[in-house]
């Protein structure tokens, strides 16, 4: 495995990604009329494999605030125009509330609480096969590049990957110079640059390749350029926003506003601000994940590729009386972005059974002709999911997040385990401080409406407290980890998204 950190700089001017030709788009959306539909006719039989596999994480972005699943504003038109041409799932599950455990769950299709990725111990446990490496000893040419420092080197998730590279700082690039507010480009990022220059140059053409990138642009604190930023906050302009976006986030550093809600709360103009912030980001994302889809179908012709775009996890801003993603398990945190297009998955499909990002992993190992990972909870979405399956998610004791809160009391009161269970209708939540939490979330998808056990069918209740059950007892199995030493530069970054203080 070759890994670099390029240094920072200015962003160079790039050209414009070259944009699919209308025939191409066609071939493209023409895929779904030749794809088995999954759980639809044919689902016995073998799924047609694709040549090249490439996984797209947005970050932090959540579905039902994404105009690709029905949001009223246009925070995601290129994801709704993939959707088209893929099959989107709409109840896609995360296997926690945050990025390590999420993608470590992606990369080894394991439960957080048997992969080991979590606030305790920050990385994944040795021994555990990879998706790279498992791709890269079938022959596949494998490339990550990864917008967080929680994935790569320091979590272990790059093992195996011949190519990994972090490009520089992507937070706040225009505030800071390093590309042009003005550009009609909402995102000429160094991420962009590092994907072309892999796919471009050094890309082997005679090897089926697997590209992985993180885009962190959703993520707290947020700061989208003017472009991105306009549909959301009208009443605005490049220079009262930079202001705005200053007073918010001193020194770039989401704390001040997770203490100042936590502490005293928040008032509503600045919720207004930040919402529009965040619906921003996920417009910045959607741009940048544009650009890298283009360069991955003009370096691989049509029906050659799958490619899944997914997040992991969501955002709360001011859902159940949080704000980011450390503290809950609710579906503002768990439920994700997921649509998959290329061989084996209809165009226009929507799929409405619960599905996982275990699923994602078991999905590209079988599209890469190998047999399932040992230990693995997923299923090859190709083939379809499950419509009875429980689904279950794990958040350590948030130790690193506890840290931002000065208050004993706030402490305290998260200071706990958290699991959730999810049926094909109702969820359960329980605490290592024994609160249970019940919704039914055919009824109440908002989950603002707990529910007395009585009021849930025997078995479907007694299914999601096995489930959890089950859970609890393969963490308290689990042998303690030491986590790895984190050097001043990782807390920089780490602080800077509101992750240590």
Known sequence: MSSSTAAPRRSPALPRPRRLRAGARAACAALGALALAACGEGADAEPPAPRNLVLIVLDTTRPDWSSAYGDGQPTTPFLADFARAGTRFDRAYSSSSWTLPAHATLFTGLPSEEHRATQTTEQVAAGVELLGEAL?????????????????????????????????????PWLRGEIDPDDPVLARTPTVAAVEQWLDGLRDPARPFFLFVNLMEPHEPWAAPLEAARPFLPVVSDANLKVEIARLYPQFAADPVVRRHYARGLAEPEWVTLRGL?????????????????????????????????????ENLGDHGHIGHMFNLYDSNLRVVLVARGPGFAAGRVEQRPVHLADVHAT??????????????????????????????????PLLSLRRLREPELQARFERQLWAAVGPRYKLI???????????????PAETRPLEPGAVPAAALAELRAAVDAARARQADAAPLEPPPMDEAMRRELGALGYVK
């Open 278 to 314: 965040y619906r921003a980001g996920l417009r910045y994302v959607d741009d940048v994940a544009r650009q890298i889809v283009e360069l991955v179908d003009a370096a691989s012709p049509p029906g050659e590729t799958l490619v899944v775009i997914a997040s992991d996890h969501g």
């Open 430 to 444: 329980v605490g290592s401080d024994g609160a249970e939490e019940l919704y039914d979330l055919e009824r109440d």
């Open 136 to 172: 890269a000893a079938a022959g596949f040419q494998t490339a990550g590049v990864s917008n967080n420092m929680w994935v790569g080197d320091r979590s272990g998730l790059s093992r195996g990957v011949e190519s990994w590279v972090h490009p520089p700082k992507v937070k706040f």
């Open 364 to 397: 590209l190992r079988a599209a890469a002709g190998l047999p399932p990972a040992s230990g693995s909870i997923g299923v090859d979405l190709r083939r379809g999911a499950p419509p009875d399956r429980v689904l279950t998610a794990f958040l350590d004791v």
